[in-house]
């Protein structure tokens, strides 16, 4: 069993780590906003992280890269924003996030 946690550990050390996804119901088309997520060492880290954004009210979808270093987020410009989205990650996980740009 030591032998597996350490092939996961050393294969998300060396980029191999999955991205975490989750949906919501999408309702009204939504707004997309990528995001850099700084710190972000393997898979749970990207789980965390798409685990907060999916609490945050308006988001219906956050994708998130630990290789890349992104969440891509789609959520309803009428309940939040990506600057309300990246102060909330960097708060609930202590990872830095940043908007890096949004589009419709």
Known sequence: ??????LV????FLG????????????????VCT??????ACSACAAR????????AGVTVAT????????EITFDASKTS???IAKVITDKTG???EVRGTKK
């Open 1 to 6: 069993m030591k032998g597996v946690f350490a």
């Open 9 to 12: 550990a050393i294969l998300s």
């Open 16 to 31: 191999f780590g999955s991205a975490a996804v989750a949906q919501k119901d999408m309702g009204p088309a939504g707004v």
């Open 35 to 40: 995001l850099t997520v700084e710190g972000m």
């Open 49 to 56: 992280v798409q685990k907060e954004a999916m609490k945050i």
């Open 64 to 71: 998130v890269s630990q290789p890349k270093g992104t969440a």
């Open 82 to 84: 990506p600057a309300a």
């Open 95 to 97: 990872f830095k996030a």
